[in-house]
């Protein structure tokens, strides 16, 4: 075996042979991939060889099209059969609401340029004869989807992978990873130590044991999944001979199966509600190419529903049960990308759909570890999406509850409960049991999502229409609005940096300028490419010390960009507080009032301005206080130690008492950033996006001293973006947008040259780097078509508008003309009109009075 190498793969399933035939494909030598036992030994040699494209983040769905479109190509290179059956498949909705969430899927679908449609039961049946279509309302067929062969696709990726250049080492288990002083790693396996410049960590089934060590717990877990192959069947030889063709696949919801043709009979496999982990705590070296006992007991609610339909398996008899296990992140996505804190040690685990996300993790890690940058928005990926509160028991329960409602439908206000609460503040039991909240869960925080009256029962009642959280959300709303309300804001991330350097490095990361003493400003934050990878509040609280606020979702993203570009001197150093700092937020026309009871210093407006930043007593307790809101009302966000929340909010509740002051929730923010056209991270500002595209233009200052991106901003701020972030308000009844769903403009023949969103995934072409190089042509219905996507959106109850935001093409974003455009929700189109100016307040003399 080889004593160095530039990079060692660890594991030899799909997605370790995957990684390895993309970092030779991007021109890497010196390539090893290290297998302790035979290739595809993990989970890859038992899996049911399904792919499709769908995702509930269409990013990610973007890469299951690559690699579903790689199929062919790496046949060629290896020859090597993949068994590659592109069948279609049909999703079942038995009830109205399953429906909506097609006709959701659907629409989706129509903005990211996919050729999904939905049809009738019978339509269903008709591709799919075994099955009783009295049992079902509706469909969505997707051509994209089929099977293939587990172990030939595997074999492909590796044989490619050697043609280039790239070796495997097979029945050789790593028992130790060490660094050296100068960041080289030490791989030890069995048969000797190879010193590697990068480590990937494609363990598998034991990822997590290749994690520590190196002392890394990653949040994943396996579960046993077991799915059963018939005997030979009739009606599908019937089918075949007659339609001189395949059985498509079928996702039933209401039985959380998915069946699909398997030689002359049928594979049947569930997901089902009680699920069962496998080996919870440690996963043991010497399991391989071997099953675990089946359970059908387990499933037989499951196969019940399957049996009444699809009559025909009631009578098939079965000729073997699959019962292996498969790795699970808590949300059901891989773990992908550089692992905080270490150097050159890579993440691609946790890929429970291997053989449709395979190719997308290896092409997004290759170009990551070779360019710099994935090359694709791959946050719902991100092994950095994760913080410290996923321990090894949450992530059991939220992997047990991801797995058990993978064939469930997620409604926009929907909160799952598993692992909760797992992280709280010092007002949890007052939210919860005094202001009868209804909390949800951010990044492991309960955070009040709404109050409900007195007397009546906290908890949403699911929908994809308006639900019953829309009174109240409205009356806190308002009441904000004429008044003031107090909301807790500690899941925002919060970060202290300090040193001689701090000035200087985050003006070079940042694209604003900085702040002076005691003074706020709002940054994006670019990578080299010019793409938004954050978007942040700076208050210089002194010489050589900021204070810096952002999305708590992305603090490990953020640290991890934060941390690669700390200078080596020492000059500036990082602290991330987490919980333990924690905030407050008061807002409305009031507000003023309420601090100026509470502060020992002059609050005017003339003393304290819009956006100032002071270091303050609030109620006796030692606050750092902003003048800045999200609400886009006059406010202030107040942050102290947790030791100190409970005493601020007290004193807030009663010095506002005769002012009309209210609780209000996180719904109720929203809705109020909304009616200001503020973007948030994740939605509208995300790394597919530049700072032009996003309408983010005030906060670049080009003329400053260079920062990361510079270039690439400027080039977009010269050429001009091709799409713009635009404000819709939507003649919409009784349903608003959730995000993704398509624009459509009243164009004619008019090309604005937008066919497909960058995330679009419909039936893309790629070149032999994997390179876009086409997109599917635009949905279109007359003069009609659709040029664009929302992004997020909701009721804006003050000024009492359904509101959207989204990207249109550039050419059409600074018009307000009516009957232009039009967004479909479920399966409508309702006209929409740009909001040029914010519905609340355009000059913004609220938050500056």
Not at 577 to 606: C, H, M, W, Y
Request: with cysteine; net charge negative.
């Amino acid at each position: 075996m080889q004593s160095h190498a530039r990079a060692v793969v660890i594991g030899g399933g799909v997605v370790g042979c995957s990684v390895l035939f993309h970092l030779a494909r991007a021109g890497w030598e010196d390539l090893l991939l290290i297998e302790r036992s035979e290739l595809t030994s993990g989970s890859s040699w038992h899996a049911a060889g399904g792919f499709h494209t769908l995702n509930g983040d269409p990013n990610v769905a973007k890469l299951q099209a690559y690699t579903v479109s790689l199929y062919e190509e790496l046949e060629k290179i290896s020859g090597q059969p993949c068994g590659l059956h592109l069948t279609g498949g049909v999703m079942m909705a038995d009830t109205e609401e399953r429906m909506n969430f097609l006709r959701y899927t659907h629409a989706i679908g129509r903005a990211l340029g996919m050729e999904t449609e939905i049809i009738t039961p019978s339509e269903a049946k008709a591709m799919f004869p075994l099955m009783d279509e009295t049992n079902f309302v509706g469909a969505l067929w997707d051509p994209v989807e089929g099977h293939l062969d587990p172990s030939g696709t595997t074999h492909a990726y590796a044989k490619s992978a050697q043609n280039l250049g790239a070796r495997i080492e097979l029945r050789n288990p790593v028992t130790e990873i060490t660094q050296e002083p100068d960041g080289t790693w030490n791989v030890v396996t069995e048969k000797g130590t190879v010193k590697a410049e990068h480590v990937v960590n494609a363990g598998g089934l034991w990822a997590r044991e290749v994690g520590r060590m190196v002392g890394v717990e990653l949040p994943v877990l396996a579960m046993e999944h077991m799915y059963l192959l018939t005997e030979t069947m009739p009606e599908v030889l019937a089918f075949n001979e007659t339609s001189g063709r395949e059985l498509v696949g079928v996702i039933d919801f209401k039985g959380e199966i998915y069946t699909r043709q398997e030689r002359d009979g049928l594979l049947l496999g569930t997901y089902e509600k009680a699920c069962v982990p496998w080996s919870q705590v440690k996963t043991p070296w010497d399991f391989g190419h071997e099953l675990l006992q089946p359970d059908l007991d387990r499933i037989a609610p499951s196969l019940e529903i399957g049996f009444r339909h699809f009559p025909a398996f009631a009578n098939a008899g079965i000729k073997q049960v699959i019962n292996g296990p498969f790795t699970f992140a808590p949300d059901g996505n891989p773990l992908v990308g550089p692992v905080r804190g270490l150097t050159n040690f890579w993440s691609a685990c946790a890929v429970m759909a291997g053989f449709s996300q395979g190719g997308g993790v290896g092409l997004a890690l290759a170009n990551w570890m070779v360019e710099g940058d994935p090359g694709h928005d791959i946050f719902g990926m991100d092994v950095a999406r994760y913080g410290d509160f996923t321990s090894l028991r949450y992530t059991n329960a939220k992997v047990r509850e991801n797995y058990s409602r993978r064939f469930s439908i997620r409604f926009p206000n929907e909160e799952l409960p598993a692992a909760r609460p797992q992280q709280t503040t010092p007002l949890y039991d007052v939210m919860v049991r005094d202001n009868n909240a209804v909390m949800g869960d951010t990044w492991g925080l309960e955070t009040p999502l709404w109050f409900a009256p007195a007397g009546t029962e906290a908890r949403d009642e699911l929908s994809f229409h308006r639900s019953n959280d829309f009174e109240h959300v409205g009356n806190e709303v308002r009441a904000v609005r004429e008044a003031l309300g107090v909301t807790e804001i500690a899941n925002f991330a919060k970060y202290e940096i300090t040193g001689e350097g701090a000035e200087a490095w985050l003006s070079r990361l940042m694209t604003n300028t900085m702040p002076r003493t005691g003074r706020l400003v709002l940054t994006p934050m670019l990578n080299e490419n010019g793409k938004l990878i954050g978007d942040f509040t700076i208050a210089k609280a002194a010489e050589g010390r900021f204070m810096v606020w952002g999305s708590s979702g992305a603090q490990i993203y953020h640290m991890r960009w934060f941390e690669k570009h700390l200078p080596s001197d020492g000059s500036v150093r990082i602290h991330r507080f987490g919980q333990t700092l924690v905030g407050l937020s008061i807002a409305g026309p009031k507000s003023r009032l309420v601090l100026d009871l509470l502060a020992d210093i002059d609050v005017s407006n003339e003393s304290f301005r819009f956006m100032d930043y002071r270091e303050m007593d609030v109620s006796g307790c030692p606050c750092r206080v902003n003048r800045i809101s999200y609400t886009g009302d006059l406010g202030y966000e107040i942050w102290m130690e947790p030791a100190y929340e409970r005493t601020v909010y007290h004193a807030i509740k009663s010095a506002g008492a005769d002012h009309g002051m209210v609780d209000f929730g996180m719904r109720a923010l929203l809705s109020m950033r909304l009616e200001k056209n503020f973007p948030t991270w994740f939605a509208e500002l995300r790394p597919i996006y530049g700072p032009y595209e996003g309408s983010m233009e005030r906060f670049i200052k080009l003329s400053k001293n260079d920062f990361i991106g510079r270039e690439a901003a400027a080039k977009e701020h010269d050429e001009g973006p091709k799409s713009r972030r635009v404000s819709l308000i939507i003649a919409a009844d009784d349903t608003d947008v959730m995000g993704d769903e398509p624009i459509w403009a009243r164009v004619g023949d008019r090309d604005y040259g937008l066919v497909s969103p960058p995330h679009g995934y419909g039936a893309p072409r790629f070149d032999a780097d994997g390179a876009e190089t086409s997109k599917p042509e635009p949905q279109r219905d007359g003069e009609w078509r659709v040029v664009g996507w929302v992004t997020s959106g909701g009721y804006g109850h003050h000024v009492q508008m359904s509101l959207a935001q989204g990207y249109v093409p550039a050419e059409l974003a600074d018009t307000a003309e009516e009957g232009l455009f039009e967004v479909e929700i479920l399966g409508r189109r309702f006209p929409a009109q740009i909001a040029v100016e914010p519905p609340f307040d355009p000059s913004g003399a609220r938050m500056r009075g």
